[in-house]
């Protein structure tokens, strides 16, 4: 099982990015599949999670009306669009695939930073 991340990196505030989450070694389209980040001496928050694709997504406070969740079942893959982004996303993004409570995956994380 793997969940690799990509996309992460320096942006200035204002700025978007596009995170990746390519998945392989499991079903993919039958996890719900999510995206988390945990900033320098904070606890990991979930940010968005999203089940079926084109379905309703959910959002933290902090990410709605700025970032995007999607999947692609024929690609294994999940993606964050993050826009208008702050100095206070910076963060280690990671994205877990979730079966259960007690089965599910994460990745090894992505590094965002918001600044000038």
């Known amino acids: 099982v793997r969940l690799v991340e990509s996309g992460g990196g320096l942006v200035q505030p204002g700025g978007s990015l596009r995170l990746s989450c390519a998945a392989s070694?499991?079903?993919?389209?039958?996890?719900?599949m999510s995206w988390y980040r945990q900033a320098p001496g904070k606890e990991r928050e979930l940010i968005a999670v999203?089940?079926?694709?084109?379905?309703?997504?959910n959002y933290a406070d902090s990410a709605k009306g700025r970032f995007t969740i999607s999947r692609d079942n024929a690609k294994n893959t999940v993606y964050l669009q993050m826009n208008n982004l702050k100095p206070e996303d910076t963060a280690v993004y990671y994205c877990?695939?979730?079966?259960?409570?007690?089965?599910?995956?994460w990745g090894q994380g992505t590094q965002v930073t918001v600044s000038s």
């Open positions: 999203i089940r079926d694709p084109g379905s309703d997504a």
């Open positions: 877990k695939a979730t079966f259960t409570l007690l089965h599910y995956y």
């Open positions: 070694g499991f079903t993919f389209s039958r996890y719900n």
